[in-house]
């Protein structure tokens, strides 16, 4: 039913019970997950430029931070004892609705999964929270999993 199930984490450790989530369907439907997590703070050449930033020296920043991210998330499918499942780690760059839209439909994904954390769950839906975004711009099933805040 779920081949390709897109786990969407910001690598907060509220933001595990998603990934739980992702694992346990992963399981029962024997599907490939893509953990992605984006980044916004991530500057386009023409912002490093303006404000007179090596490009160099930010793209190896950016580097370290993405290979700091996929190790975060292959440490958490480490602790769920989940390394039978096929998993791929992607990290991109932008506005969070937008990417885990655009990923979405790249990869084809059968589920998105991605959680809101529990105190903030009415403000969330009412502001145009990340996942109310994503449920009205895919035509596939989204889980949204609500966090409980620690």
């Known amino acids: 039913m779920f081949i390709k199930i897109l786990c969407a984490t910001d690598l907060n450790t509220t933001s595990n019970e998603a990934v739980k989530k992702a694992v346990q369907l992963a ?35 950016f580097e370290k931070t993405a290979l700091k991210a996929k190790e975060e998330m292959s440490e958490v499918i480490k602790k769920l004892h989940a390394e039978d499942i096929q998993v791929e ?51 596939i099933p989204v889980l949204v999993v609500p966090m409980k805040d620690k």
Do not use: P, W
């Open 27 to 61: 399981h029962q439907y024997n599907s490939k997950i893509i953990m992605l997590n984006v980044h916004e703070e991530f500057m386009t050449k023409e912002e490093m430029r303006m404000l007179r930033v090596s490009i160099d020296t930010m793209k190896l920043e």
């Open 89 to 139: 780690y992607t990290i991109k760059e932008g506005k969070s609705n937008l990417v885990i839209c655009d990923e979405a439909k790249r990869i084809q994904a059968d589920l998105i999964i991605m959680g809101v954390s529990e105190k903030n769950i009415v403000s969330n839906f009412i502001y145009r929270s990340t996942a109310s975004f994503v449920i009205e711009h895919v035509k």
